[in-house]
């Protein structure tokens, strides 16, 4: 069975409708389901036929405003085909993403572990790892931030950041903080220099607002895949509470990696400073968890 048919089976269960029933609330959706009936519907329950792709994203957008996805039910299938998307992120993501991502191969045996870096003990060292890493693929001087204030930043509850470690060797980092929106917006504008977050800027765990990915890199694709699929997790399991996730890059390779994943563009300039071309990003968590790359690789 599909996954879309064991959404379509579980949300049923959870509403009390018969297969009619729900026809006939699809149908007042969209124009996509005009023409919908009960054996189409019983096709795609158990996996005899699939919806086309147009009619994929409207059901997902349906169970996401019906917060059907909220429930255990539906989180374990949605989680299920997020851990799918390793090995297609493996491949997409190739030297083309020369600052965001290495390319050096796994000499040394033995499995590298990920880490959220608020737990983990021998954290200090790793801090000053990401800083050297993010200092240098960005244009000299531009990049501010100091290992304590990065560590202020990722201790705060609402924040999620992650590496990836083989015995104390730093082999990638996904640094994602939660904003207020109108902050974001500040940022993605350059109307703000992203180094200048305060304690008052960020949310509280259970309030909503927008998650800043202010650092991405991995040592090779696999491990920045790994990063990825944790993020992707992380968001659909919190998705509540996350109007926005938004990007501000000063790098070329940050504006390619996001194409087709549901973030848009909103601001682009150069800095006259730095020299830098910058592209602010935002878009609705929604966007992001089904964009259409996402929904055709594991959906």
Not at 18 to 43: G, H, I
Not at 128 to 155: K, R
Not at 195 to 205: G, P, R, V, W, Y
Not at 250 to 269: E, F, M, N, P, S
Request: proline share 2%.
């Amino acid at each position: 069975m599909n996954p879309i048919g064991k959404l379509l089976i579980a949300y049923r269960k959870l509403s009390n409708l018969t297969q009619k029933q729900l026809v006939e609330e699809l149908s007042k959706l969209s124009n996509d389901f005009k023409a919908l009936n009960t054996v189409t519907l019983s096709r795609w329950e158990t996996g005899t036929t699939s919806p086309a792709f147009n009619k994929k994203k409207s059901l997902l957008n349906f169970f996401t405003l019906k917060k059907c996805l909220s429930k255990d039910i539906c989180q374990d299938i949605i989680k299920n085909q997020y851990k799918n998307l390793y090995e297609p992120l493996s491949k997409i993501f190739t030297k083309n993403y020369q600052y965001l991502i290495g390319n050096l191969p796994e000499h040394r045996t033995g499995k590298h572990s990920l880490y959220v870096l608020k737990d983990f003990n021998q954290k200090k060292e790793h801090f000053e790892h990401i800083i050297d890493i993010e200092t240098a693929t960005n244009s000299t001087n531009y990049y501010t931030l100091t290992s304590d204030h990065l560590e202020g930043w990722c201790e705060h509850p609402s924040s999620f950041c992650i590496i990836a470690e083989r015995k104390k060797q730093h082999l990638g980092h996904f640094i994602m903080v939660k904003i207020k929106n109108h902050i974001a917006e500040e940022i993605a504008h350059y109307r703000r220099s992203e180094f200048s977050l305060t304690k008052d800027d960020f949310c509280a765990l259970n309030e909503n607002g927008t998650y800043f990915v202010h650092a991405l890199y991995g040592r090779n694709p696999k491990i920045a895949a790994e990063l990825n699929v944790e993020i992707y997790l992380h968001l659909f399991e919190n998705m509540d509470y996350i109007d926005n996730l938004m990007i501000f890059s000063t790098r070329t390779d940050g504006v390619l990696l996001t194409k087709d994943y549901g973030i848009k563009v909103i601001a682009k300039g150069e800095d006259e400073h730095y020299g830098f071309k910058w592209h602010g990003m935002i878009s609705p968590i929604s966007d992001i968890l089904f964009s259409d790359t996402v929904v055709k690789l594991v959906f």
